[in-house]
């Protein structure tokens, strides 16, 4: 009989390892969820800073994004005197 009350115990303590593996993956998951979920909010942050960025240039935005704690923005800016437009990278704190 010792070895089934055993054998019991054995699946309990498997069984509670478990639910606390699953939460320890929700949390992660969770965490996770909330890093990622804070990217768009920068990114719209970013795009902001380029449509100011190309009024001052009288500028159409090619393409943003966010590197860290700056906004690299690509602009087409038009050229004067009979000149082409010209493509400039521009980095700016966001």
């Not at 380029?50 to 943003?64: K, S, T």
């Amino acid at each position: 009989m010792t070895l089934c009350g055993n054998r019991s115990f054995a699946v309990q303590r498997r069984s509670a390892i478990n639910h606390f593996m699953k939460n320890v993956a929700l949390c992660a998951l969770f965490v996770l969820l909330v890093v990622v979920g804070s990217s768009p909010a920068r990114a719209d942050n970013c795009a902001q800073i380029a449509n100011q960025v190309a009024g001052q240039y009288g500028a159409e935005v090619l393409a943003v994004r966010a590197d860290g704690g700056s906004c690299i923005i690509k602009l087409r800016i038009p050229g004067q005197g009979g000149q082409p437009p010209r493509v400039e990278t521009v980095t700016v704190p966001g």
